[in-house]
């Protein structure tokens, strides 16, 4: 069984950093595109940044130039580095990716969610 497991999060002032990590653990053949979405309390989940297999990155406005993300394909995991937060940043974040499991022969594909992590942000 394939699934996503964030770490990080939490606390942090106005202006601070936090970092989020996000494994990948299972059968994996190959993982697509990856991203982290959030989703503030009464408010619709949406992307936060998102990287293909290359490298490509695409950000929203809202987060462009303080935001940064990453991924280590050979350890299956991505990160987002969030710096000078803001207390609009505040909201539950998750990693989210496309990962083919199995073998060359026969695998399978997913679109998985991580369990979430909060980021509280205080002004």
């Known amino acids: 069984q394939v699934q996503l497991v964030e770490s990080g999060g939490g606390l942090v002032q106005a202006g601070g950093s936090l970092r989020l990590s996000c494994a990948a653990s299972?059968?994996?053949?190959?993982?697509?595109?990856m991203g982290w979405y959030r989703q503030a309390p009464g408010k619709q989940r949406e992307l936060v940044a998102s990287?293909?297999?290359?490298?490509?990155?695409n950000y929203p406005d809202s987060v462009k130039g303080r935001f940064t993300i990453s991924r280590d394909n050979a350890k299956n995991t991505v990160a987002l580095q969030m710096n000078s937060l803001k207390p609009e940043d505040t909201a539950v974040y998750y990693c989210?990716?496309?990962?083919?499991?199995?073998?060359?022969?026969?695998?399978?594909?997913?679109?998985?969610w991580g369990q979430g992590t909060q980021v509280t942000v205080s002004s």
């Open positions: 989210n990716a496309d990962v083919w499991s199995g073998t060359l022969l026969s695998r399978s594909n997913h679109n998985l």
């Open positions: 299972g059968k994996i053949f190959v993982i697509g595109d």
């Open positions: 990287i293909t297999s290359g490298g490509g990155t």
